[in-house]
């Protein structure tokens, strides 16, 4: 039976031609100047001073952590709903994470919720534009965190060629994070990148990401760092994808447009706010009612379409087990909320089939 998957990476003859003449040309694979082709490529699309790829996103939001200084006893406030990485990087640097509540309307951290969550330890804030949409208080979430010399560490993994009011996000914070995961709009394998303004930041990234080196290539270490860094085969593929990347950002707004039009009269089926001149949604969400989530995804399964469910509430999950905390809008979007197929590579075709087997669903 043919499957529509929920979600899955898009090469042609562009990245492999791009990526065999990189290796017949000798290239050594390691980081060198493809990488820093590629930087420049993310850097002039989303209108950073600086960018610095990291080998994955989870990775980099630990790194932009431990330059800025984060480690035991600090304090990270982090959206209960959010992929786990976002958590685990505070954790595993020994920082206490503080889950905060999201909006209902972006699914975004709690602005006021936030304000009140800050203690004399918090040193940061990770604000997570999830799937491409951003809190209608993203200028106060900046200009709050900056008075009381707070991080805001932008995760905005799921959210390459989202904007607002012209301004891409990720850049709005101290620093920002985009993910190349094999799901996102366009993908190196693994990978991501970290964008900022302000030089010094940049170039605490740099030596830290190399070990700790002052210059590349020298063994002098003057400050302690790991191995971050990514490589030009990556890069290779990374900047193939950069090319698609416009149209790429049109067509998911094409897709979220025809699955509401499509849908618009299945009661049970409700769609997050969108405005879709600034955001390009990375995953087809909807909300579920009625408790027929599941049964929803099994009519589905039958029929060849996958599905994918909502993040979990974290603090329920056993890596936290906060089991004394509530979090009402979170836990209430991690029962009630799917992904639908996503890929950019959906036809019309197939989203109006999916869309017709979701209403058959419902009126039968």
């Known amino acids: ?41 993310v850097k002039r699309y989303v209108g950073s001073r600086y960018s610095a790829a990291v080998p994955n996103g989870a990775l980099g939001l630990t790194l932009a952590l431990a330059i800025s200084g984060v480690g ?32 209902p309307k972006t699914l975004c951290m709690d602005f006021e919720l936030m304000k009140k969550a800050v203690s004399s330890k ?12 951003y809190p209608e208080e993203i200028e106060s979430f900046v200009l709050f965190c900056r008075e009381r010399n707070i991080l805001l560490l932008e995760d905005a993994a799921q959210s390459l060629g989202s904007f607002k009011d012209g301004k891409h996000l990720g850049t709005f914070g101290d620093i920002g994070l985009f993910s190349f995961s094999a799901p996102k709009i366009i993908t190196t394998g693994q990978g991501g990148i970290l964008v900022t303004d302000n030089e010094e930041i940049y170039e605490k990234i740099k030596k830290y990401r190399d070990f ?45 447009s025809l699955y509401e039009g499509n849908l618009k009269n299945v009661q049970e089926i409700s769609f997050l706010p969108t405005n879709l001149k600034n955001t390009s949604p990375w995953f087809i969400d909807v909300m579920i009612s009625g ?11 039958e029929r060849g379409i996958e599905t994918r469910l909502f993040f979990p509430a974290l603090h329920s999950e056993p890596a936290y087990a906060r089991v004394n905390e509530t979090y009402p809008v979170a836990e209430k979007v991690a029962v009630d909320g799917l992904w639908l197929p996503s890929s950019s590579k959906l036809t019309d075709k197939e989203i109006k089939y999916i869309c017709k087997e979701i209403t058959d669903f419902f009126v039968r």
């Open 1 to 41: 039976m043919y499957t529509i998957l929920q979600m899955e990476p898009w090469f042609d003859e562009k990245e492999a031609r791009a990526v065999f003449d990189y290796m017949d040309s000798g290239g050594w694979v390691t980081e060198f100047s493809r990488t820093r082709e590629f930087e420049e490529s």
């Open 72 to 103: 035991y006893g600090d304090e990270v406030l982090v959206p209960d709903f959010t992929m786990v990485a976002t958590a685990n990087a505070a954790k595993m640097l020994g920082a206490r994470v503080t889950f905060i509540d999201i909006d």
């Open 122 to 133: 918090t040193k940061a804030v990770i604000l997570v534009t999830i799937n491409g949409r």
């Open 212 to 256: 700790g080196k002052e210059k590349p290539g020298e063994d002098h270490y003057i400050t302690m760092g790991s191995n971050f860094k990514f490589t030009d085969i990556q890069a290779v593929i990374g900047l193939e994808q950069m090319k698609k990347l416009p149209w790429r950002v049109e067509r998911k707004k094409q897709i979220f």
């Open 291 to 301: 408790g027929m989530k599941e049964p929803l995804r099994k009519h589905l399964k």
